[in-house]
């Protein structure tokens, strides 16, 4: 059975960092290109970090410089390290397979982003 388990959100202030971490289970972990993607209501669901692999790491302009992602395979985990977040990053952040998700998603992980 495949799951999904994200964690570390929060609510932080302009400037500040989290950690998220995403537990893979029931799949081939290694073999797969991970990605970190985000959903506010009414929006589509963006892709913001991706980790192939072979540990090729790619994100969108608008989260570059500014996050990480990183996995350990040994634990079959994901991890999104975000540093100086902005109001615009406030979302639930949800793992999942990258480009193509599965069809299956976690209940995610809410980051808000506020003074």
């Known amino acids: 059975q495949v799951q999904f388990v994200e964690s570390g959100g929060g609510l932080v202030q302009p400037g500040e960092s989290l950690r998220l971490s995403c537990a893979a289970s029931?799949?081939?972990?290694?073999?797969?290109?991970w990605g970190w993607y985000r959903q506010t209501p009414g929006k589509q669901r963006e892709l913001v970090a991706t980790?192939?692999?072979?540990?090729?790491?790619n994100y969108p302009a608008s989260v570059k410089g500014r996050f990480t992602i990183s996995r350990d395979i040994g634990k079959n985990t994901v991890y999104l390290q975000m540093n100086d977040l902005k109001p615009e990053d406030t979302a639930v952040y949800s793992c999942?397979?990258?480009?193509?998700?599965?069809?299956?998603w976690g209940q995610g992980t809410q980051v808000t982003v506020s003074s």
């Open positions: 999942n397979q990258a480009p193509n998700p599965l069809n299956f």
């Open positions: 029931g799949l081939a972990f290694r073999a797969f290109t």
């Open positions: 980790i192939t692999n072979a540990g090729v790491t």
